[in-house]
């Protein structure tokens, strides 16, 4: 199958390659050409979204936020314009950004007047699930597209749920944002806590992985505190913006969100703190500062 794909960063140039090793040809656009250096010989690397658009069966799109996804996907040389050039009427565009479901929605209602199906389907699992293909992909959209993207899905992830119609992925995605945030908040406090006393967090960390605090947050990104491995797999204001989209989203509902309101709190003092390109594990220095026990 020939696949397009756009946004070649952290996430998407590990992803692209499970792709390629799966036996699927690639199209290729970036705005920066280093991205594309891994790809010399192995994938058509074209001059804009739109030549991407008019050459794939399937696009995928991964990228900020939800004005770069209305760029790549309905700009002048986005990937609709590119595939109406080329009179193609069957184009997929899976979207796996993470953006707000009413733009999600919006954006899908736009690639229909123009011939093109999208699905939304963000992703958990950061940059190792991206490498070893093992990242949770959750999809929403029309169930005939589904099933005829789901083998290039299958090779990027290991859980590829069909959630519900457009938009349903960012729905889950902004769930999964609220507990993996709130989790990451919870393992920087109570290692904060244990180093006030003395004790060391390791040893703290071990325990409670034998009991009912064991999580995939404690196991991988407790470890990762413990190492003091800040190194981005996921940039800290990359959370602050879904935390952002949870929020705007409890605005427009009327709901009350709390512990998601506290937490992106953090992740503002982040920034603030000049730790927006440090992975979302570095709140632990931010606690630390906090409370002096550096």
């Not at 490498?131 to 290991?158: D, N, S, Y």
């Not at 999580?215 to 003091?228: E, P, W, Y």
Request: proline letters at 5%.
């Amino acid at each position: 199958m020939e696949i397009g794909f756009i946004g070649l960063g952290i996430m998407g140039r590990p992803m692209a390659q499970n792709i390629a090793r799966a036996g699927h040809a690639l199209h290729l656009y970036a705005r920066r050409p280093e991205s594309l250096a891994p790809f010399e010989g192995k994938a058509t690397i074209h001059a804009s979204a739109a030549l991407v658009g008019s050459h794939a069966d399937i696009v995928i799109t991964i990228v900020a936020d939800a004005p770069d996804v209305e760029a790549v996907a309905l700009g002048p040389d986005g990937v609709a314009a590119g595939a109406r050039a080329a009179g193609r009427s069957d184009l997929i565009l899976i979207d796996m950004s993470t953006i707000a479901p009413p733009a999600a929605r919006g954006i899908a209602t736009r690639l229909a007047e123009a011939g093109v199906t999208m699905l939304d389907a963000p992703v958990s699992g950061g940059e190792p699930g991206a490498i070893h293909g093992t990242l949770t992909i959750m999809v929403g959209g029309p169930q005939p597209e589904f099933e005829r993207a789901l083998p290039v899905l299958q090779a990027m992830g290991r859980s590829v749920t069909l959630i519900g119609p457009t938009g349903a992925g960012q729905v889950a995605k902004a769930c999964n944002q609220i507990l993996t945030g709130a989790g990451v908040a919870a393992v920087a406090e109570a290692f904060n806590l244990a180093r006030a006393h003395g004790v060391d967090p390791a040893n703290v960390r071990t325990a409670l992985m034998g009991g009912m605090a064991r999580s995939a947050i404690l196991d991988n990104h407790g470890n990762r505190m413990i190492a003091r491995n800040f190194k981005p797999g996921f940039k800290s204001w990359m959370h602050q913006k879904d935390l952002r989209i949870v929020l705007e989203e409890a605005h427009r509902l009327g709901l009350g969100l709390p512990l998601a309101a506290a937490v992106a709190q953090m992740f503002n003092a982040m920034q603030g703190a000049g730790m927006a390109e440090e992975d979302s594990v570095a709140m632990l220095k931010l606690y630390e500062r906090l409370s002096g026990v550096e």
